[in-house]
């Protein structure tokens, strides 16, 4: 069989987390690399054998790809993934998959139409922890979801958005610590509930930054059609990035999980815990422990999917899910009431 031919839009710091799995599969190849920035195309390219790009539609003419990765920032992944679609190539974007849902709606519509595969980047659902709970959830051991909560605490000063010329904006970003931290951990939730939202409460703000724009701060309550009621709170206005922490209060028994442990405690008394597996791991050049190290198992079910062999799991219409949520929570702050859908 032929391989994959691959390209990755964007060479910043997600990049590596993309790269170093398209690099450990035997069945692709990275044929191209883009950034604004030429110096970081250049490393990147002479790194990986792939031709450097300042302009992502001169490499997607030049390399006529079966995948793109988008790693750029948030305001860019639906313009760039639109584009790619229209050229009939597979999309595999970061999250989150569009700053506005009327973006992410018409792209995921638009790649149904001609018949491409995209894909969104929400690697913590393939932790070990994560995979767990819902394998618990699904065969009954923990039964349904009845209530759930999240936490996130980190630190992200002025100086980290100080490095960024678009983080920290609502333009280019979108938001800050919901639709860029926080979004991972509510995902998951979401996962776990499994049922439609009824209804989104929540307030933003920002208590402790001086350069960026957006919220460092948020809490809300989401209620599902199925009576679940899931409350979070985020903020990264801590001292250390702390690992997330879940509660589900299910039918037999509960759980608390982060990214990279989990225990469960049934009604009963059994204890189930589970760690991190890293047996099928890579590890990636200064990557974040935050961000985990599942990059390459999601990447590998996208490919199996691209070459047919199996069902993609996390497509656009997934990824709609919580986009839905994320935009509630904010338009819920900015109007001051329950977002009903």
């Given amino acids: 069989m032929e391989k994959l031919r691959v390209c990755i839009a964007g060479c910043?710091?997600?990049?590596?987390?993309?790269s170093t799995s398209v690099a450990s599969f035997k069945d692709a190849e990275l044929v191209g690399v883009c950034d604004i920035k030429p110096d970081r195309a250049q490393r990147a390219a002479e790194k990986y054998g792939a031709t450097p790009y300042t302009d992502y539609k001169v490499m997607l003419a030049e390399q006529k790809p079966d995948i793109l990765h988008v790693c750029l920032p948030h305001y860019l992944h639906p313009i760039v993934s639109k584009y790619a679609i229209q050229q009939g190539i597979n999309v595999l974007c970061e999250k989150p998959i569009s700053i506005k849902m009327e973006?992410?709606?018409?792209?995921?519509?638009?790649?149904?139409?001609?018949?491409?595969?995209?894909?969104?980047?929400?690697q913590c659902r393939y932790n070990t922890a994560s995979q767990t709970v819902k394998k618990c959830?699904?065969?009954?051991?923990?039964?349904?979801?009845?209530?759930?909560?999240?936490v996130l605490t980190w630190c992200k000063p002025d100086s980290y958005y100080s490095l960024s010329d678009w983080k920290g904006?609502?333009?280019?970003?979108?938001?800050?610590?919901?639709?860029?931290?926080?979004?991972h951990s509510m995902d998951l939730v979401n996962w776990f509930v499994d049922s439609e939202p009824k209804s989104v409460y929540a307030?933003?703000?920002?208590?402790?930054?001086?350069?960026?724009?957006?919220?460092?701060?948020?809490?809300?309550?989401?209620?599902?059609?199925?009576?679940?009621?899931?409350?979070?709170?985020?903020?990264?206005?801590?001292?250390?990035d702390e690992p997330i922490e879940i509660r589900l209060v299910c039918e037999n028994g509960k759980a608390v999980l982060s990214y990279d442990d989990v225990t469960i405690t049934l009604n009963d008394g059994t204890v189930i815990t589970n760690a991190q597996d890293m047996t099928d791991s890579l590890e990636y050049e200064n990557g974040k422990d935050y961000w985990g190290f599942q990059h390459v198992k999601q990447i590998r079910q996208f490919y199996n999917s691209v070459k047919g062999e199996e069902t993609l799991e996390i497509s656009a219409e997934e990824a709609l899910k919580i986009q839905k949520i994320i935009c509630a929570v904010y338009e819920s702050s900015r109007q001051g009431k329950p977002i009903e859908f």
């Fill in 12 to 18: 910043g710091n997600i990049f590596t987390m993309h």
């Fill in 103 to 122: 973006d992410a709606l018409e792209n995921a519509k638009l790649a149904k139409e001609k018949g491409v595969l995209y894909g969104i980047i929400f």
């Fill in 137 to 150: 959830i699904e065969d009954g051991t923990l039964g349904r979801v009845l209530s759930a909560r999240s």
């Fill in 169 to 183: 904006t609502w333009d280019k970003e979108g938001g800050g610590v919901v639709i860029d931290q926080a979004i």
């Fill in 203 to 240: 307030h933003y703000d920002n208590r402790d930054h001086e350069i960026m724009q957006v919220d460092d701060s948020a809490e809300g309550l989401i209620k599902y059609k199925n009576g679940v009621n899931y409350g979070f709170w985020a903020m990264n206005n801590y001292g250390v």
